[in-house]
Structures are given as C-alpha cells and as structure tokens.
C-alpha cells in the first residue's frame, strides 16, 4: 500500500492550496481517507475525513468552512481544497487510509487506530 501526499508549498495568508493524495495498494472505493496536520512543535491533529461508504465527511472545527475534502474514485485520489488560509495552518499535512467502508463521524475520523497506512506528508507554509 503507498499514499502519495502532494500540492503542498508557500502560500500568502488568505491564499489557497489543494492538496491531493493518491492511494495504491488497497480498495479505494471502499476506503476512507483521513487527512492529519502536524504543526512545527506541535502534535498531529486531524483535519478532515470522507468515507467510502456513506459520502460522509467530517472536518475539524478550526478548517471547517475554509477547507473542502473530495474523492475521484476514477483516479483514486483524495483531495483537500484549502482557502482562506491563515498562518496557523502551516504545518506537515498528511493523508492516511482507513481500508473498511466506515463512515466519518466526529467520534471516529480523528481516531488514530482507526488508520491502517499513512503517507509521507507535504509541507505547507502560510505567510502572513
């Protein structure tokens, strides 16, 4: 199984990015995909969820609003649509597959565990 995270760089405050991530290795039409963050000295928090089985997705109250999570299961490919971003968003973004069709709740999108393989992350700098 290989996650491939990109579309990270160096974006002003207010700008925007759209990260993707590609899946290979696994059912991706039946996986959820989780995307996680890791500030510079900070622990990795999650950001935003969307399942395979309901459509469901979740995001994480400081994105919600400005971030948009989507899949091509033609392409197996999951995308974070990333606006309006502010200096706090900087951080390691990373993707991460959850290989059974379970939807994305506030209770179980961020739980660690709940992720079989995670990739290698992209940097993402906001400057303000």
């Known amino acids: 199984v290989q996650l491939q995270a990109s579309g990270g760089g160096l974006v002003q405050a207010g700008g925007s990015l759209r990260l993707s991530c590609v899946a290979s290795?696994?059912?991706?039409?039946?996986?959820?995909i989780g995307w996680f963050r890791q500030p510079p000295g900070k622990e990795r928090e999650g950001v935003s969820c969307i399942s395979s089985s309901d459509g469901s997705t979740f995001y994480a109250d400081s994105v919600k609003g400005r971030f948009t999570i989507s899949r091509d299961n033609t392409k197996n490919t999951v995308y974070l649509q990333m606006n309006s971003l502010k200096p706090e968003d900087t951080a390691v973004y990373y993707c991460?597959?959850?290989?059974?069709?379970?939807?994305?709740?506030?209770?179980?999108?961020?739980?660690?565990?709940?992720?079989?393989?995670w990739g290698q992350g992209t940097q993402v700098t906001v400057s303000s």
């Open positions: 290795g696994v059912s991706f039409d039946e996986s959820a």
């Open positions: 991460a597959v959850d290989r059974l069709p379970a939807p994305c709740t506030k209770y179980s999108s961020f739980y660690y565990s709940r992720y079989d393989y």
